[in-house]
């Protein structure tokens, strides 16, 4: 809801890629319950690079979506993809054809947003999904979460976004941003903090010798951290320390949230670069399961007209 | 079974006329909290029972800022704590405060 509201919305995010996750799950299928209440249909989330989420389905049976180009697919979506051949890209037999290498390329330089979510973050933002103790891959993160600094078709929230982070220079030479979202709960599974003064990819790099840490979405490319707390808005910041204090202002009771002086997260709140869910209008008894599009696999194969056939798995009927 | 009681002066008074209202439930990871309006305008009690030990720092903090940032002047606040983590205690005290508003259902 925090990122619907309060960024979704005031950016006008209408082509986007969504990270893998609970999260950005919970997006989709508040999208057409919460994102509709607030008069966003056709307005966000019209074209999406993304793998044909099952959760995506309600949002697709609502109306919203024009376009789907996939990065790979998803088992089980074989019939609801050649179903609506209008919203994927598909051959003459209904079977989807997605392009990795042209997704990527959509994600990069197409793209007004990419939002994921991460388990460590650090006081520069640098954030990576590698823990001492869970060594995984990131898939496209690296890539979709950066900001290109290639030349591009201007569009409004990439503008936007360029004039927040750099409101003296001209407008006509300024460079704009793509948004770059990480959102997450400030305790993660196991109520080990999404915050952390160092990066155990640091330590990780150290201990096998590697070069580079690895790290999944480098700091200076990351536009906002969205936590239960609210929204961090870094193109905001004007120095390390602003920008350390708006990190601290979101990570909740975490060490290095409680670790913040209360005066400066209060003026970056004044200043809109912290917000919360009471300062976006946001009522804590929305804050429901019943919010939710669908709430099981079985809801999502029904919200497709029976043509999403979820692996045996995931069927607890 | 660890027991913490906090007596706090709240600035902003509950809003609404209910008696009281109760949110959430006792599991694994969450917690009951029930609001009764039995005090004077800016004070406010919460009593907490939780299974998880050592952690009334952050139970500090956590009822600082609710009392700080939300309406909770006159409100006896009873939690019932199944191991909830600071969030979700946060979000349940909102709902509390936002549920005791709201005119009976």
């Given at each position: 809801?925090?990122?619907?509201?309060?960024?979704?919305?005031?950016?006008?995010?209408?082509?986007l890629?969504?990270?893998?996750?609970?999260?950005?799950?919970?997006?989709?299928?508040?999208?057409?319950?919460y994102?509709?209440k607030l008069?966003?249909?056709?307005?966000?989330c019209?074209?999406?690079?993304?793998?044909?989420?099952?959760?995506l389905?309600?949002?697709?049976?609502?109306?919203?979506?024009?376009?789907?180009?996939?990065?790979?697919?998803?088992?089980?979506?074989?019939?609801?993809?050649?179903?609506?051949?209008?919203v994927f890209?598909?051959?003459?037999?209904?079977s989807?054809?997605?392009?990795?290498?042209?997704?990527?390329t959509?994600?990069?330089?197409?793209?007004?947003?990419?939002?994921?979510?991460?388990l460590?973050i650090?006081l520069?933002?640098?954030?990576?999904?590698?823990?001492?103790?869970?060594?995984v891959g990131?898939?496209?993160?690296?890539?979709?979460?950066?900001d290109?600094?290639?030349r591009?078709?201007?569009r409004?929230?990439?503008l936007?976004?360029?004039?927040?982070a750099?409101?003296?220079?001209?407008?006509?030479?300024?460079?704009g941003?793509?948004l770059?979202?990480?959102?997450?709960e400030?305790?993660?599974?196991?109520?080990?903090?999404?915050?952390v003064?160092?990066?155990?990819?640091?330590?990780?790099?150290d201990?096998?010798?590697?070069e580079?840490?690895?790290?999944m979405?480098y700091?200076?490319?990351?536009?906002?951290i969205?936590?239960?707390?609210g929204?961090?808005?870094?193109?905001?910041?004007?120095?390390?320390?602003?920008?350390?204090?708006?990190?601290?202002?979101?990570?909740?009771?975490?060490?290095?949230?409680?670790?913040?002086?209360?005066?400066?997260?209060?003026?970056?709140r004044?200043?809109?670069?912290?917000r919360?869910?009471?300062d976006?209008?946001i009522?804590?008894?929305?804050?429901?399961?019943?919010?939710?599009?669908?709430?099981?696999?079985?809801?999502?194969?029904?919200?497709?007209?029976?043509l999403?056939?979820?692996?045996?798995?995931?069927r607890?009927? | 079974?660890?027991?913490?009681?906090?007596?706090?002066?709240?600035?902003?008074?509950?809003?609404?006329?209910?008696a009281?209202?109760?949110?959430?439930?006792?599991?694994?990871?969450?917690?009951?909290?029930?609001?009764?309006?039995v005090?004077?305008?800016?004070?406010?009690?919460?009593?907490?029972?939780?299974?998880?030990?050592?952690?009334?720092?952050?139970?500090?903090?956590?009822?600082?800022?609710?009392?700080?940032?939300?309406?909770?002047?006159?409100?006896?606040?009873?939690?019932?704590?199944?191991g909830?983590?600071?969030?979700?205690?946060?979000?349940?005290?909102?709902?509390g405060?936002r549920?005791?508003?709201?005119?009976?259902?």
């Amino acid at each position: 809801m925090l990122a619907i509201k309060g960024i979704y919305a005031p950016y006008g995010i209408r082509r986007l890629n969504h990270g893998i996750g609970f999260n950005t799950a919970a997006i989709e299928l508040l999208l057409p319950t919460y994102g509709e209440k607030l008069g966003l249909k056709g307005k966000v989330c019209t074209h999406f690079a993304l793998n044909p989420h099952p959760t995506l389905i309600p949002t697709i049976e609502a109306g919203w979506v024009e376009q789907v180009h996939c990065f790979g697919s998803e088992v089980g979506m074989e019939d609801y993809v050649a179903a609506r051949s209008d919203v994927f890209f598909t051959g003459p037999d209904g079977s989807l054809r997605s392009n990795r290498a042209f997704c990527q390329t959509a994600g990069l330089y197409a793209c007004d947003m990419f939002i994921g979510s991460t388990l460590q973050i650090d006081l520069h933002g640098h954030s990576s999904a590698m823990t001492m103790n869970r060594i995984v891959g990131v898939g496209g993160a690296p890539n979709m979460g950066s900001d290109p600094r290639g030349r591009r078709h201007p569009r409004e929230p990439w503008l936007k976004a360029g004039a927040e982070a750099d409101p003296t220079s001209s407008a006509a030479l300024r460079r704009g941003r793509k948004l770059v979202v990480q959102i997450g709960e400030t305790f993660g599974e196991g109520n080990v903090p999404l915050f952390v003064e160092q990066l155990d990819a640091v330590e990780l790099a150290d201990k096998l010798g590697l070069e580079l840490a690895p790290v999944m979405i480098y700091g200076d490319d990351v536009s906002h951290i969205v936590t239960e707390e609210g929204i961090a808005n870094l193109l905001l910041c004007r120095d390390l320390d602003e920008r350390e204090h708006a990190i601290r202002g979101v990570a909740g009771y975490t060490e290095i949230g409680r670790a913040r002086d209360g005066k400066m997260v209060e003026r970056l709140r004044e200043r809109g670069v912290i917000r919360r869910p009471e300062d976006l209008g946001i009522d804590p008894l929305d804050a429901d399961r019943r919010l939710l599009a669908a709430r099981s696999i079985k809801d999502l194969m029904l919200a497709s007209g029976g043509l999403y056939r979820p692996p045996s798995r995931f069927r607890d009927w | 079974m660890e027991k913490l009681n906090f007596k706090l002066k709240a600035p902003n008074a509950a809003g609404g006329t209910r008696a009281q209202a109760i949110v959430g439930v006792v599991a694994s990871g969450n917690l009951e909290v029930l609001l009764e309006r039995v005090l004077p305008g800016d004070d406010c009690t919460v009593d907490i029972a939780t299974a998880a030990h050592g952690f009334g720092a952050v139970w500090q903090a956590v009822v600082g800022d609710f009392v700080a940032r939300r309406a909770a002047g006159s409100l006896r606040i009873s939690i019932n704590d199944g191991g909830a983590r600071p969030d979700m205690v946060a979000l349940r005290l909102a709902q509390g405060v936002r549920l005791i508003e709201e005119p009976e259902a």
